[in-house]
């Protein structure tokens, strides 16, 4: 691990062992950040850490499960104690319910039949534990003189794009699960960002685009490091950037 020389921005990414996670985690450290990289597995938050470090940035991994109390209390007291405060907060951790499968194949979710368990395991990743994770480390952001959160959604929760008939969502399954706690983030999102507008957080959510990564089966045309662009441009955000918005690499996205 190369220890920094001079002050520098702490950022945690949850989830950020692979995938789009661990592309935030390499690009933010190339800017300078000290990265976190949240990872229920401690040894392969380790091992993307160590590449992170062997490209000449800053990483440290922090075993996070998003669903997990006692680690995500655990994660914030580690942090207070070696960092004293924190920069960025990226909600990068979210599960289909489905598996490993491409979005078409998700039959699973068709809202009349699904299994409402899976609804709650979703939900429980991809929208109470972003709230826990967010909640948990409100005081350390609240140190930071430009606190930013991402949160990481996706096309499928905009209500505009998947109620068109004709538009690009419309040769998909239908879904109780991952589309609509999408949406719920998103919405939370909003909450957040118009709650701590005034200290000076700003707030925003996500579309990184279909990114090749296990969560399709490895389906998506785009490379993990092309759908980290954007939540790396949200995290570093100057202090006139938006607040309680959604874009994707083109700019906003319609929610």
Known sequence: MNEPTTHQKVALITGANKGIGRAVAQQLAALGMRVLIGARDLRRGEEA?????????????????????????????????????LDVLVNNAGITGSGQVSPEDAVDQIPSTVDLDMVRSVFETNVFGVIAVTNAMLPLLRKSPAPRIVN??????????????DGPAAGLPTSAAYMPSKTALNALTVQYAQELRKDGFLINAADPGYVDTDINNHRGYLTPAQGAEV???????????PTAWFFDADGPVPW
């Open 152 to 165: 990481v959604s996706s096309a499928a929760a905009s209500l505009t794009i998947t109620s068109d008939p």
């Open 49 to 85: 850490a160590a590449e992170v470090c062997a490209a000449g940035g800053y990483a440290h991994a922090v075993t996070l499960d998003v669903t997990d109390p006692t680690t995500i209390r655990e994660a914030a007291r580690e942090i207070e104690e070696r960092f004293g405060h």
């Open 231 to 241: 939540v790396v441009r949200l995290a570093t955000l100057a202090t006139d950037g």
